[in-house]
């Protein structure tokens, strides 16, 4: 990994960047690229993507093309992938190869199970914690076999995570949740530290909508900085990576320039004092 990239060491030994860039909703080869481009020249190591964001192989090919231009190597970026929910329990083997061949960047970084539910189950079916188990024993053996280098989890409750524990062979090495100023996840991130497990943030800008918060746009006034880079180095002061998504090259750009400030104890008081339990994605605490 380059050094120039502030990291967190996983329970793994291997260090993963704080800031990465999220992919969620970049369709399209030149949509993938144009934002991969502009990751890299502005010091972007991290990308996120996922079998149901259906841009693998875009972000593979796009890496494979550009990392010469920044004078990198496939070992100076982390590349995170996930399981899909329909893959979820006897697919999971056939899925992970799927997401390593769109990919074909060798092996992957880390590899999460996206959903502690199956498709096309109803979220209290109790053959979700089986699936479950036969998941995370298929990444186990992957890992085992350096395909997958570090492996994890998304979406996780206290009660799923603590459930894995139990059985698993191998801990998970992160887990990545929603986290923001309304959405601290103080219990969550407890059992990650009991566990030695890396707590990961998406959706730090609550799907851009926390960026009109008032509290947000009075801390960012104050800091001269935008509501963005506020939200994002609260999260990352915490010790927490996190993921902002964008096609726009200016923003991602401007995303990236959250290590050369601070805020001071009263800010990150009161942004934290922000939380309510608020969620702007997905809710798995009903899942079984």
């Keep these: 990994m380059s050094s120039s990239s502030p990291s967190v060491t996983l329970n793994t030994g291997v260090q993963m960047p704080l800031l990465g860039l999220g992919t969620y909703k970049l369709q399209g080869s030149e949509v993938v690229r144009c934002a991969v481009d502009a990751a890299l020249a502005a010091g972007y190591r991290a990308f996120d993507s996922a079998a149901v964001y259906r841009n693998e192989a875009d972000l593979g090919r796009a890496l494979r093309e550009l990392l010469p231009k920044y004078g990198l190597t496939r070992e100076d970026v982390f590349i995170t992938s996930k399981l899909g929910p329909k893959d979820q329990g006897e697919r999971a083997m056939e899925g992970a190869l799927h997401s390593l061949s ?11 199970i996206h959903w502690p539910g199956t498709q096309s189950l109803a979220v209290s079916d109790q053959r979700n914690p089986g699936n479950r188990a036969l998941s995370w024993a298929t990444l186990e053996e992957l890992h085992a076999q350096g395909k997958l280098k570090a492996i994890g989890v998304s979406n996780y409750t206290p009660a799923h995570m603590k459930e894995l524990m139990q059985s698993c062979k191998i801990p998970p090495a992160v887990l990545q949740v929603e986290f923001h100023p309304q959405l601290c996840q103080t219990e969550l991130r407890r059992v990650c530290e009991e566990y030695g497990v ?6 730090s800008l609550g799907r851009g909508e926390l960026t009109a918060n008032p509290v947000v746009m009075e801390v960012a006034k104050t800091c001269e900085r935008t509501p963005a880079q506020v939200l994002l180095r609260w999260a990352v002061q915490q010790g927490v990576p996190t993921l902002p998504k964008s096609s726009s090259p200016d923003r991602i750009q401007g995303n990236a320039q959250i290590f050369d400030f601070s805020l001071s104890q009263t800010d990150m008081d ?3 004092a922000l939380d309510c339990g608020h969620r702007y994605c997905w809710d798995p605490s009903e899942v079984a």
């Design 102 to 112: 769109q990919l074909d960047l060798g092996y992957i970084d880390l590899y999460l």
């Design 198 to 203: 890396c707590f990961q943030s998406y959706s």
């Design 270 to 272: 009161r942004l934290s």
